[in-house]
């Protein structure tokens, strides 16, 4: 069935660096592929989303790549802040269907 | 907006005992997802509704398991009887689906333990 790997599970980095978060996908026509952050007893937030006809997507910290050949996409999170401490969770849209395949998530650890 | 609301928060109930979930979506959805998230299976779509109509119970474990959304506004999943293995956070999420637009926002949760 369709899937979507994620990778690293962990993440621990100093405050200031630089995170990177990598998934790939399975389903070929996906073509909506969303980013959720998930606080410590909180539901998962939207914090950030890419469409297949988009390359790279920013706000402010973060971004998004896209790389519809390889199926796969990142988050970036630059100048990382404490705060930013979270399980984060890739997703691709099923096609043909409003379903999403989450992947099995980051923690990240930023160390102050 | 409020966003997405579920009840309760939290829920402890003795095994064989029926369960029932609320969640009221953010109003104007016209879509809302039951997830189930535990630490072996991670986030797991269970059933959603498109305009108030199942569209998709594929995920929904067993019989044991139903989901009913009466209205735009209010949807239940019910579990008779519980069973320990049952025991998970349960998520709501709304999303209005139009043309290219498919954001879900996801409630705070229901953690369910089940003895």
């Given at each position: 069935?369709?899937?979507v790997?994620?990778?690293?599970s962990?993440l621990?980095v100093q405050?200031?660096?630089?995170a990177v978060?990598?998934?790939?996908y399975?389903?070929?026509?996906?073509n909506?592929?969303p980013?959720?952050?998930q606080?410590?007893?909180k539901g998962p937030q939207l914090?950030?989303?890419?469409r297949?006809n988009v390359?790279?997507?920013?706000?402010?910290?973060?971004?998004?790549?896209?790389?519809k050949t390889?199926?796969?996409?990142?988050?970036h999170?630059?100048?990382t802040?404490?705060?930013d401490s979270?399980v984060?969770?890739?997703a691709?849209?099923?096609?043909g269907?409003y379903k999403?395949?989450?992947g099995?998530?980051?923690?990240l650890?930023?160390?102050? | 907006?409020?966003?997405?609301?579920?009840?309760p928060?939290?829920?402890v109930?003795?095994?064989?005992?029926?369960?029932?979930l609320?969640?009221?979506?953010?109003?104007g959805?016209?879509s809302l997802?039951?997830?189930?998230?535990?630490?072996m299976r991670?986030?797991?779509?269970l059933?959603?509704?498109?305009n108030?109509?199942?569209?998709?119970?594929s995920?929904?474990?067993?019989?044991?398991?139903?989901?009913k959304m009466?209205?735009?506004?209010?949807?239940?999943?019910k579990i008779?009887?519980?069973?320990p293995r049952?025991?998970a956070?349960?998520?709501?999420?709304s999303?209005?689906?139009?043309g290219?637009?498919?954001e879900q926002?996801f409630?705070?949760?229901?953690?369910?333990?089940?003895?």
């Amino acid at each position: 069935g369709e899937n979507v790997e994620q990778h690293p599970s962990t993440l621990s980095v100093q405050e200031g660096d630089s995170a990177v978060i990598k998934c790939t996908y399975s389903d070929s026509a996906s073509n909506y592929f969303p980013w959720y952050k998930q606080e410590l007893g909180k539901g998962p937030q939207l914090i950030i989303d890419i469409r297949s006809n988009v390359g790279e997507k920013k706000d402010q910290r973060i971004a998004v790549t896209l790389n519809k050949t390889a199926k796969h996409f990142s988050l970036h999170i630059t100048e990382t802040q404490p705060e930013d401490s979270a399980v984060y969770f890739c997703a691709a849209i099923h096609s043909g269907t409003y379903k999403y395949i989450f992947g099995t998530g980051t923690r990240l650890k930023v160390l102050a | 907006d409020a966003g997405v609301i579920q009840s309760p928060r939290h829920e402890v109930t003795e095994m064989g005992q029926e369960v029932t979930l609320r969640c009221k979506p953010i109003s104007g959805h016209n879509s809302l997802f039951w997830y189930r998230q535990t630490m072996m299976r991670g986030l797991e779509l269970l059933i959603y509704f498109n305009n108030n109509v199942p569209i998709d119970d594929s995920g929904m474990p067993e019989d044991r398991f139903s989901a009913k959304m009466p209205n735009a506004s209010f949807s239940t999943l019910k579990i008779q009887p519980s069973e320990p293995r049952d025991s998970a956070v349960y998520f709501c999420a709304s999303s209005l689906i139009s043309g290219g637009s498919y954001e879900q926002y996801f409630g705070p949760g229901t953690r369910l333990t089940v003895t």
